[in-house]
């Protein structure tokens, strides 16, 4: 277990966590870039824009100077939105120490390279690669944690120890932490569930029923596994936590920023603006842009995502995009669609 963490980014998720780390008796800093929000949610002890309702313990110290809120660690927690990992990573690594393990908690991939962004945390700290990195993910809504909701995650790495450590570092009565070793397959199935998510608003918001979200979450979850294979998962973890698990709370959740988006998009809302009144980071967006480049590049069909993805960013209607979905030539399930 590590005594001293350092939470970086004070977001929905980077509030929800460093709460909980300090419900432990953890010592805990909380880092945001902004001095003067910093200073409001340390003085007020709640971040209205981000987790409103939620008081933030005393203990909790709250800063936006990087160097000071990474003075004494042993565990820094990134949770700032995945296209802002390699920037962050960047920052850090002049005042880490050899010991540090590192923690994203961020889903997505960089759209720039295509990158899970455990290999950007690699590319830019090299020397922390494999042994001191890991991954947090699963069903956990950083509203229903703040509130001791019986929550069960997923800790991920290359080395069983470094996730038991984190492990030890997250558990709590009600937050329950199991470890698996396929970080590539939590990375994945982290990041491209927030695709289906905002599939499953837009047919939401298009008014189509429960027959039809149970549809987008299984036919998702092929898709997911079939990329994931490709680029080297276990099957198995895509049937655990990170896989179906986070699939589902992500599609029926309303404290879901995807699901809601895509619920206003099927609505008929402007894109543009569904985004910039969230106000919170919708990672299936950019993930959208990365999935759907990666499945050409390996030629991995994933047809939700081909029409999430024409939806955002060619203009395709939605209603259309759901018709294409049903009209595509007969198939079949089971192992062998996975090949394709
Ligand atoms: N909210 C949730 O329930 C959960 C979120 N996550 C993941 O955690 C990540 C963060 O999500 P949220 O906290 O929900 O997002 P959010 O939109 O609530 O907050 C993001 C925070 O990061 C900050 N930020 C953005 N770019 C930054 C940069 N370059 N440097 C420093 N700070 C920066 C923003 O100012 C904001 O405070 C996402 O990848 C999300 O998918 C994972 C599990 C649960
Ligand atoms: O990852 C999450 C829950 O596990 C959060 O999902 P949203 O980003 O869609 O709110």
């Avoid at 277990?1 to 980014?9: F, P, R, Y």
């Avoid at 570092?169 to 982290?190: C, K, Q, S």
């Avoid at 992500?250 to 988006?261: E, F, I, L, Q, W």
Wanted: glycine share 10%.
């Amino acid at each position: 277990m590590m005594n001293h963490i350092t939470v970086l980014g004070a977001g929905s998720w980077g509030t929800a966590l460093a709460t909980l780390l300090a419900s432990k008796g953890l010592a805990v800093n909380l880092w945001a870039r902004d001095a003067k929000f910093c200073a409001e949610i340390a003085r007020d002890r709640e971040n209205p824009r981000y987790l409103p309702g939620i008081k933030i313990p005393q203990e909790i110290k709250i800063c936006a100077d990087l160097p000071q809120a990474l003075k004494k660690h042993q565990m820094i927690v990134l949770s700032v939105p995945s296209q802002s990992v390699r920037e962050i990573a960047k920052a850090i690594k002049p005042y880490l120490s050899p010991e540090t393990m590192i923690v994203n908690t961020a889903k997505g991939f960089e759209t720039e390279t295509l990158l899970r962004l455990s290999q950007v945390l690699c590319e830019e700290l090299p020397t922390y690669c494999g042994e001191q990195i890991g991954v947090l993910s699963g069903p956990s809504h950083a509203e229903e944690v703040a509130v001791r909701l019986p929550t069960a995650v997923v800790v991920a790495a290359n080395h069983q120890d470094v996730a038991e450590t984190i492990q030890d570092t997250f558990m709590t009565p009600f937050f329950r932490v199991y470890t698996n070793m396929d970080l590539v397959g939590v990375e994945i199935a982290g990041a491209l569930k927030n695709i289906i998510a905002l599939g499953t608003g837009i047919s939401d918001g298009l008014g189509y029923g429960d027959n039809t979200k149970a549809a987008m979450i299984t036919r998702g979850l092929a898709e997911i596994t079939r990329l994931g294979l490709i680029l080297g998962a276990e099957a198995q973890t895509f049937a655990g936590l990170a896989g179906i698990g986070d699939l589902v709370v992500t599609c029926t959740s309303m404290h879901s920023r995807n699901r809601r988006a895509g619920i206003q998009i099927g609505q008929g809302h402007p894109i543009d603006q569904v985004l910039s009144k969230m106000g919170m980071v919708v990672e299936g967006v950019s993930t959208t842009r990365a999935a759907h480049a990666l499945a050409r590049k390996v030629g991995v069909s994933m047809p939700i995502t081909e029409e999430t993805y024409q939806v955002l960013f060619e203009g395709k209607e939605p209603v259309e995009a759901v018709t294409s979905l049903m009209s595509r030539c007969k198939t079949h399930e089971g192992e062998k669609e996975m090949l394709g």
